[in-house]
């Protein structure tokens, strides 16, 4: 995990850890807006004496906030909002629904303990400040640390690092020299620790969403027809039991008492198994959800360091065949600059044979009527050796200048800023893919055994409700037959 929060020492921190302080939500009242005139749920939060309102698209930019300074942490879910169909088919009196906020109750108050209980969600100021009283939630949003995030979660640091700023924007890892990587990127180097536990969420993810949660549900429903069904039939035995007289009377009655008795179980038996075991499972099917993304956004981090590696090594070998270029034009520089300056230098060997042989003709006594042709030197290559060199050296520097010295260095000059700005968004996604890779490691560890006691508590749960709904029946049906045994024979 990185390192803990320092504490902030607020109001709320302090009634958190003051003996282990229960979040409650105690209540839910409609309220107006009165700018626009439209109405809405306020949640009555309650901590210690400190108490305090939020509304439901508060909670739901809280959530999000969380998940924007830890996308490497398990975010508890909140109750999931109704869809459009259900707007439609309820307009108005949606917001009205007892059952829909008496659900809403409970599990915001399970996000929030959740919250509280996490040993690095339940630290950060951001959280108290949603808990306080008088703290406007827009205010929030708009100031540090909330106000300085990034639209993009790659273009921030998310472990603490000396001298860097976690949580804001990075110009570093924003320079459009780093790549982005996308969602279908498949890693070189996969953790297989981060694979194995993808397979294990996205198969759990998918059977609780498919098979446990929609089964549930679905004979959550047929118990509260069941129960419609028994009020009904409660009613009908009590009018038959009016059409007879004395104990067959009185034994209809008390069936008809104990079938209202049924209903009444049943009724408590759908809300207890609504509260105690079916929200329980949407809540673990929406965590497999959860881990889903953040699993995701590690897999994206992993992707980052990957791309950043392989560009920074192509452009150190891009810089290797600059630096090579340059060295071999400045000894062909250097070999065309000596062999100019040993060719200006150098004695043409035909001028001085030309002037030996005058001079030798001048001495002898037939001198004044001999004059033989002068030799011409020759235009070919043949007559001077240097200048074939010269003239090749003027050749290759003609081609080394269709790419100009200038060019070349800027290029050089280029990338090595390239490969500095590089190196550090390296060093810094490496530094942090390790700490994300521990801190949801742990995470995920934490997590498991959360789940392994909810699974617990939940289906102790269960059976008691099972249990009760039977024994409530069973009194009930055996003093309708103990009135039954009263009728004459």
Not at 1 to 13: A, D, P, V, W
Not at 145 to 161: E, G, R
Not at 183 to 203: C, G, I, N, V, W
């Amino acid at each position: 995990m990185t390192q803990r929060k320092s504490s902030c020492g607020c109001n709320i921190e302090r009634a958190l850890h003051r003996d282990e302080n229960y979040i409650f939500i105690t209540g839910a009242h409609k309220q107006s807006d009165s700018p626009t005139g439209k109405s809405y749920i306020a949640y009555h939060i309650r901590i210690g004496d400190i108490e305090t309102k939020r509304r439901y698209s508060e909670f739901e930019s809280f959530r999000k906030a969380m998940t924007l300074l830890h996308p490497a942490l398990i975010v508890p879910p909140i109750p999931e909002k109704h869809s459009l169909v259900d707007y439609a088919a309820l307009q108005t009196r949606v917001k009205d629904d007892l059952a829909m906020v008496e659900k809403r109750k409970r599990m915001l108050q399970t996000f929030l303990n959740r919250i509280a209980k996490h040993p690095e969600l339940g630290q950060d100021h951001v959280f108290h400040r949603f808990l306080e009283n008088g703290v406007t939630w827009t205010d929030v949003l708009h100031s540090p640390p909330l106000s300085t995030l990034p639209k993009n979660p790659l273009h921030m640091i998310v472990s603490k690092q000396d001298d860097i700023p976690a949580y804001a924007f990075n110009p570093t890892l924003a320079s459009n020299l780093i790549p982005s990587p996308s969602a279908a990127y498949q890693l070189k180097d996969p953790d297989p620790r981060f694979e194995e536990s993808e397979k294990f969420t996205f198969r759990i993810a998918n059977y609780m969403s498919n098979n446990l949660d929609k089964s549930q549900r679905k004979v959550i429903r047929r118990l509260g027809e069941l129960a419609s069904d028994y009020a009904e039939l409660g009613a009908v035995y009590n009018g038959f039991s009016l059409n007879e007289s004395g104990a067959v009377a009185n034994a209809i009655e008390k069936i008809g008492q104990a079938v209202d008795a049924s209903y009444t179980e049943t009724t408590q038996m759908v809300t207890s198994l609504e509260g105690e075991f079916a929200e329980p499972i949407q809540e673990h099917a929406q965590f497999a959800q959860i881990i889903k993304q953040v699993l995701r956004f590690r897999h994206i981090k992993h992707a980052q360091v990957e791309l950043i590696e392989t560009t920074l090594n192509n452009k150190k070998e891009n810089l290797d065949n600059l630096l090579s270029m340059e060295n071999e034009a400045r000894r062909l520089e250097e070999a065309i600059t000596r062999e100019r300056t040993i060719g200006s230098n150098a004695i043409n060997v035909d001028e001085l044979n030309d002037q030996s042989q005058s001079e030798s003709n001048n001495d002898t006594p037939y001198s004044s009527t001999y004059s033989p042709r002068p030799i011409r030197p020759s235009n070919n290559w043949s007559g001077s050796p240097m200048k074939v060199i010269s003239a090749v050296g003027h050749t290759i520097q003609n081609i080394i200048d269709v790419n100009p010295e200038a060019t070349r260095r800027n290029q050089i000059g280029i990338s090595k800023d390239a490969i500095s700005v590089l190196q550090e968004a390296l060093d810094l996604t490496s530094n942090d893919l390790t700490t994300i890779s521990s801190e949801l490691q742990a995470d995920l560890d934490r997590f498991q055994t959360e789940k392994i006691q909810d699974m617990r508590d939940m289906l102790i749960a269960y059976a008691k409700i099972h249990i009760r709904y039977c024994q409530k029946n069973l009194e009930s049906w055996q003093e309708a037959r103990a009135e039954v045994e009263k009728i004459p024979i």
